[in-house]
């Protein structure tokens, strides 16, 4: 008998015969039947070391799924909350939109960053439209805007304030730097020395500054956006890791599309990019608004389940070769610390409230894995030598970690 046509017959009892047999079929043409979804949800039970291909769709596949597993009980924000939270974010992405054209990526950082409290590393060459940005975001929550111009020469108190002595009145008076203001943008922080740097982040950190023994709070919300050029290493200070790791992300923009540089040439011959950004008819909300999305974010329901995802990212970041292939895994030298993980669920948890709900999923943790990881975790020079860049190490480590 001709074998070809007994088995194109057999295989429909196959599975019930041997299911393991099937799970190893299935996972061996995955990645060239394409037509075959009822397939594609045994793949996300298989063992972490499954090969590159097949982990691909798994990726997507609790998007197809229902959510409820990582629903709460009780509903943390109401749908009033939820349906308010909306508009004030729909507000500011429009206000954004209508100024900045394309970075959709940079809209969603800045306003996770907004939401969150974090602040943000921001990596480009010149002319991408940082500042723009910036402006933009701080005019449309009525925020104050400074900026701050890196230089070699520059001084801690050139950015957090000092004393001057008044004649007329016979003594100090102090002057607040550019610092005291709700957003404040670095421009190119690596150009400032390392104790300039230092006094800037302190001020990250502690929400606060200190000029002559007298404290003074930062006001809320206070974010710090600073940005660094890849090209011009000449008269830099490069930021330490231990620096890097306050950022609460770190944004790689990228060149626009000819598309998207053809609508900037016709804003600009319109006119429409001639107005400033804080003009009276820019949409925008309140600062108390903001503080009130900040405080939402943080109800945000997360279940330990994708708590444990989390962690078992960041783990896998610091013993990436129990995970992933080895020639991939020798490119790493040191791997994120628990301030990671704490950023993780700080932007799912934003994230989710973008996206309209109130609970976390695992592609709320997916979505930002870039701008988390990549100034986290550390290379060797092997990778430099090599080219390896830290987003091909994060991709790895998602696709071998099981999406709960």
Sequence with gaps: MNPNPFISA???????QSDSLASN??????????????????????????????????QFQPATQPTTQFQPASAPISDSELTAANQNIQTVFDTFSSRVVGQENLRTALMVSLMTGGHILLESVPGLAKTTAVQTLAASVQGSFK??????????????????YDYNKGEFRTELGPVHANFVLLDEINRSSAKTQSAMLEAMQEKQTSIGGQRYDLPKPFIVLATQNPIEQEGTYELPEAQLDRFLLKEVLSYP????????????????????????????????????????????YIDDAIKNYIVKIVSATRNPASIIPS?????????????????????????ALINGR?????????????????????????????????????DSIFNAVPVP
């Excluded at 793949?43 to 590159?52: G, H, W």
Aim: hydrophobic share 40%; aromatic share 4%.
């Design 25 to 58: 079929n299935t996972s061996a043409v995955v990645p060239e039947v394409q037509s075959q979804p009822a397939n594609q949800p045994q793949l996300s039970t298989e063992p972490a070391v499954q090969p590159q291909p097949a982990a691909t769709p798994t």
């Design 327 to 351: 020639e991939t895994a020798r490119y790493v030298q040191y791997g994120a610390s628990p301030r990671a993980s704490i950023a993780f669920q700080q932007v799912a948890k934003a994230l």
């Design 147 to 164: 900026r701050i111009q890196c230089t070699p020469d520059l001084l801690p108190s050139d950015i957090i304030g000092t004393q001057i």
């Design 257 to 300: 599309a000819p598309e998207e540089e053809l609508e900037i040439l016709k804003r600009i011959e319109s006119g429409k990019l001639s107005e400033a950004p804080n003009n009276s008819n820019t949409p925008n909300i309140e600062l108390a608004a903001v503080e009130t999305l900040q405080n939402l974010a943080q109800k945000v």
């Design 358 to 394: 109130n609970y976390v999923i695992p592609e709320d943790v997916k979505q930002l894995r870039h701008s988390v990881l990549r100034h986290r975790i550390i290379l060797n020079f092997e990778a430099i030598a090599d080219q390896v860049h830290p987003e091909v190490i994060i």
């Design 10 to 16: 057999d295989q429909e009892p196959a599975p019930a």
